[in-house]
């Protein structure tokens, strides 16, 4: 036993020691990080002001009112700003909690979203007579073309509506629209409010002239939305939909990403050992077994060090967001075996590849079926969280070593499995654990002192056979 | 006396190849054996087996009085033929690790590993990496690897290899200090030479048979010297004279004067007196057959010093630093 712990201490610290992991391990975090508070920095230089104006063929006479005074500078800010206060209301309890504490960063937040919306645009409306032609009312926009010239006169667009967008036709069930023409690189936030302009326009009008109140159609047509509510034995909670969708994903992301860690390393090692030929020095001191259970352990503990990490990190984010509630603490329970059962699979056999060939280069052929088994979980996670039901769903949840990851996805779904099957995967996960851990073992007698031609998988079989 | 290793009809085949045959093989305690043969011979496949590293299809044996090595290995030290280190790994901490997979930990270790590096003019390098140690200071690393746990039993293979003359002698002094401390030592080289200045004993194998299984004090009796060198005092002398004393079968020219091979049942002192006779000597030498002529002679069937025993001459040859013994 005490064997075993020494090669595993060695393999842990030869592995979690190298500044390749440190840096790996916590680079991706701060990436995160950079992405997440830096970067928003870099984006919200406000952009120019834009000014011109916008033109308009109107045979109905109907809607440039409506459009002029849609566009106006102060009406803009104005939806703007009750956009801000939308996103605000949107924002969780515990970061609105966070940013209120402190007036300075109310104020940083508040300046960046107001930033990011841009400076409110000086469009103004030209009603060009109906009779006028659309090649004529077009040139400006491709006039000085290159030279971006702003200001007040400059054409941006050419708003041209149909003669019956107003009215109907007689005999005809729908109403007309209109065509909008835009000069190059026009902001499309521009073109946005635009668009929305003549629809709200097109819309009064038509209300108006049906002899209908514009205030009753949209009361009629509003039916306020709430945050659902998951009713459970454990008491009520919000839903959030996003925790929902993104949890099993997190998890099963997880998942690999530690049992790759620590399985790939065991690949590295194992060859390196194999090619700097210390190996035969081992094993003058320890058996074949003990030397691969020793450095599985060696690496699971490694992975076990990135799994801790993240895990730890996603928990707190979730303490923080106070969204903790979300989260099943069975969940982590089995998030912890899965990972083992993947684990110990995985490494078993990665080991035996590191034992069966002499070097790196030679391992790539034989990782090939492990890394196609390993891509399964990542092609299935949106259909089987999807349906976590499905037939496909429950037969890959009882096929190791893919049943790790599916069962996983499952639990952490919206309709979890019931727990007999939850467990009856567990055990499934538990013998092919079993199965690749023998198999390797027998692998690791023979390959370990074999040099040369690196072996096929047939070959690895007929040695797992033969020892 | 108790046998430190024994080997019964032990035979291991890998696919078609044979490559142990049937081996017997005892080693006493306390003994300085030499395991000899040419490249290929099955030498390794031999200490892998006494390791465990490798099973025997067929045969028994017993290490240290154990069934298997497995049971003994922390009382057995083995400088593998292919040998390495961890690149990255200091050099304390290897040394280490190695004493505490051999159950050699405790708490004096930092201070025995000091003392090993320092007998073997390592001193200032513990906390260096490995890779930046030159091959012959791994070799002195590794071979310190095998000793730091103070083993019974004591496995050398080719532990020669890649070393210059003066760690070829460092190397064999530890082996004969570890083999007076009681330690069994056993010892394998395809240099001949090798075995012949150091060991009390020499199994030779050839093909994955045991062809010889001698004290090198048995080997000299029993090959007795069928070979007198004959230097002239007068460098030009001719050979003529020589040619006609009784008991001289053939005279061959050699790099400084002659070779003189006795015939059957001539008594070697009575040939060495006729011959001083003859012709005025600045030598006269009864040649005592090496190791290599012994194998060289078994292998191929007794016909002497012939020319098919080259290509096997050259096998057993290391080009340069084969005297050992100071």
């Known amino acids: 036993m005490s064997r075993i712990f020494h090669v595993a201490v060695r393999e842990f610290l030869a592995t979690v020691a190298t500044k390749g992991f440190i840096i790996g391990v916590l680079v991706t975090p701060l990436m995160l990080l950079l992405l997440v508070i830096v970067m928003p920095r870099f984006i919200n230089a406000p952009p120019p002001r834009v000014a011109g104006e916008v033109a308009l063929i109107d045979p109905t006479g109907e809607v440039g009112t409506g459009l002029r005074d849609y566009l106006r500078p102060e009406k803009i800010a104005g939806r703007r700003q009750a956009r801000l206060k939308q996103i605000e209301a949107a924002t969780p309890e515990a970061v609105r909690q966070l940013t209120e504490s402190s007036p300075q960063a109310q104020a940083a937040t508040r300046q960046a979203l107001e930033q990011a919306a841009g400076e409110a645009p000086d469009l103004s409306v030209l009603a060009l007579d109906p009779s006028t032609s659309l090649e004529q009312a077009k040139a400006p926009l491709h006039e000085e073309e290159g030279k971006n010239r702003q200001g007040a006169g400059a054409r941006l667009a050419l708003a041209v509506i149909h003669p019956d967008a107003v009215t109907r036709e007689k005999g005809k069930e729908k109403f007309g629209g209109y065509d909008l023409y835009v000069r190059g690189k026009l902001d499309d936030r521009i073109e946005d409010e635009i668009r929305a302009g003549l629809r709200e326009s097109i819309l009064v009008a038509r209300v108006r002239a049906s002899g209908l109140d514009r205030g009753l159609v949209e009361a009629l047509t509003r039916v306020e939305t709430k945050e659902s509510v998951t009713v459970t034995s454990g008491g009520e909670r919000k839903t959030n939909e996003v925790v929902n969708a993104l949890l099993p994903g997190g998890l099963m992301l997880l998942l690999m990403m530690s049992v790759m860690t620590g399985g790939s390393s065991l690949l590295t090692t194992t060859v390196e050992e194999k090619s700097n030929r210390v190996v035969e020095v081992l094993l003058s001191a320890v058996s074949p077994a003990q030397l691969l259970v020793g450095k599985i352990l060696g690496q699971m503990a490694v992975g076990f060090v990135v799994l801790a990490l993240y895990a730890g990190l996603g928990i707190a984010a979730l303490v923080s967001f106070a969204m903790m509630g979300l989260v099943d603490p069975m969940l982590l329970v089995f998030l912890l075996i899965f990972f083992l059962l993947a684990y110990f699979t995985m490494a078993s056999l990665l080991g035996a590849i590191g034992a069966a060939v002499s070097e790196m280069r030679e391992a790539q052929s034989l990782m090939t079926p492990v890394m196609l088994l390993m891509m399964v979980p990542w092609v299935l996670w949106m259909p089987i969280s999807r349906s976590p039901d499905s037939m496909m769903a429950v037969v890959l949840s009882f096929l190791p070593p893919i049943s790790n990851f599916a069962m996983l996805l499952r639990l952490s779904s919206t309709s979890p499995p019931p727990m007999w099957q939850a467990w009856l995967s567990v055990l499934i996960g538990a013998a092919g654990a079993y199965a690749a851990l023998w198999f390797a073992a027998k692998v690791f007698r023979i390959g370990l002192l074999m040099y040369g031609k690196p072996p096929s998988l047939r070959t690895l079989v007929r040695w797992a056979r033969m020892a | ?326």
């Open chain 2, 1 to 326: 006396m108790t046998s430190a290793i024994a080997l019964r009809g032990v035979t291991k085949t890998f696919g078609q190849t044979v490559a142990v045959r049937d081996l017997d093989l005892v080693i006493p305690q306390g003994a300085l054996y030499g395991l000899i043969g040419p490249n290929g011979a099955g030498k390794t496949t031999t200490i892998r087996m006494i390791l465990s590293i490798l099973f025997p299809d067929k045969g028994e044996m017993s290490v240290l009085g154990r069934r298997s090595a497995l049971e003994a290995k922390d009382r057995i030290g083995y400088l593998p033929e292919e040998r390495g280190l961890y690149r990255r790994m200091r050099v304390g901490a290897f040394l280490s690790y190695v004493a505490r997979l051999k159950g050699a930990g405790g708490d004096d270790l930092g201070r025995r590993i000091r003392g090993w590096l320092e007998r073997v003019g390592l001193a200032d390098v513990e906390r260096k990496r490995c890779e930046e140690l030159s091959k012959g200071m791994q070799q002195k690393v590794q071979f310190v690897a095998a000793l730091i746990h103070r083993p019974d039993l004591l496995i050398l293979d080719e532990p020669f290899s890649g070393l210059d003359p003066v760690n070829q002698r460092l190397v064999r002094d530890l082996v004969l200090e570890e083999h007076r401390r009681g330690a069994t030592v056993l010892l394998s080289t395809h240099v001949m030479a090798y075995a012949e200045q150091l060991c009390d004993h020499v199994v030779m194998i050839h093909e994955g048979a045991k062809v010889l299984d001698e004290t090198i004090a048995e080997i000299h009796s029993r090959f007795d010297p069928r070979t007198l060198l004959f230097e002239p005092l007068q460098p030009g002398a001719g050979a003529e004279p020589l040619g006609s004393v009784p008991g001289v079968e053939r005279v061959r020219k050699a790099r400084e004067g002659w070779e003189l091979a006795l015939a059957e049942g001539a008594d070697p002192g009575e040939v060495v007196r006729d011959v001083a006779a003859a012709l005025p000597a600045a030598r006269i030498e009864l040649k005592r057959p090496t190791l290599e002529d012994v194998f060289v002679q078994l292998v191929s069937g007794g016909a002497g010093i012939a020319e098919d025993g080259g290509r096997l001459r050259a096998s057993l040859q290391d080009g340069a630093g084969v005297e050992v013994r100071s």
